[in-house]
């Protein structure tokens, strides 16, 4: 089957929004660590639903957080980077296998979901200065690993853990970014052998991948100047 066939249905109007989207949600990301996971649902839900949604973006956040390790990679701090992943690689693939059990109802309640909680969220930690060590951070980790496997927009939990952890700025975003691409490696697997993997979702996630990449080296730029 061929990946354009993805498009199906789908007008090519309604591709350039979700391009335009695409590129907006690439540089904020970069200059904020998140935003792909956040912004996109609110283009694709309503044009292809729910279900396909944390698939597509579990495979464009490769191509995102790629591009934004080789823009940071200098910035990372592995260490912390290594007891995240460590501690959330199996929550994170039995999150992404519950998603698989949802209808298309459950994904945008789920999705919804998180997306309306991911804002006050951030703010009461950082009102509260949350601070932890290596313990606390593999502790949330566990936690955060449910939740990125099994929704979209939860980029905003690891960067609040990071940062209650002590990274900031440039460090924040390089740690997120290794830390998502092998979170999304797991999605990616368990979403794979359950058969979601479309030909919509990877049209649709190889169009939010390419047009990504320019962004974040132009979020770099700001980063830099700031």
């Known amino acids: 089957m061929s990946t354009f066939a ?3 249905a789908i007008s090519p109007l309604q591709l350039l ?6 590129l907006f949600a690439s ?3 970069g200059l904020a660590g998140y935003g792909t996971g956040a912004l996109m649902p609110l283009v694709l839900v309503p044009l292809i639903g729910a279900e396909p949604v944390v698939p597509i973006i579990a495979i ?3 191509f ?4 934004r390790t080789a823009a940071y990679f200098r910035y990372a701090d592995r260490r912390r ?3 995240v992943i460590l501690a959330a690689a199996f929550t994170t693939a039995l999150g992404a296998y519950g998603y ?3 209808t298309n109802a459950g994904a945008a309640l789920v999705i919804g979901s998180m997306l309306i909680l991911s804002v006050p969220l951030r703010r009461l930690l950082r009102r509260h200065d949350v601070r932890i060590g290596d313990t606390g951070l593999a502790a949330g980790s ?3 690993g449910v939740v990125v496997g099994g929704t979209s927009g939860s980029g905003v939990i690891l960067l609040s853990l990071l940062m209650a952890a002590g990274l900031e700025g440039a460090g924040v975003i390089a740690t997120d970014a290794i830390i998502s691409v092998v979170t999304s490696l797991i999605k990616i697997s368990v979403f794979g052998l359950a058969g979601v993997v479309t030909a919509q979702v990877i049209a649709f996630a190889l169009l939010i991948g390419a047009i990504a990449l320019p962004g974040t080296f132009l979020a770099k730029a700001f980063v830099e100047r700031m």
Do not use: C, E, Q
């Open 60 to 62: 464009s956040a490769i």
């Open 27 to 29: 540089v904020v990301g």
């Open 17 to 22: 929004l979700v391009a335009g989207v695409a």
């Open 6 to 8: 993805g498009f199906a």
């Open 64 to 67: 995102t957080n790629l591009s």
């Open 81 to 83: 980077a290594l007891i």
């Open 142 to 144: 566990v936690g955060y």
């Open 100 to 102: 698989t059990r949802l």
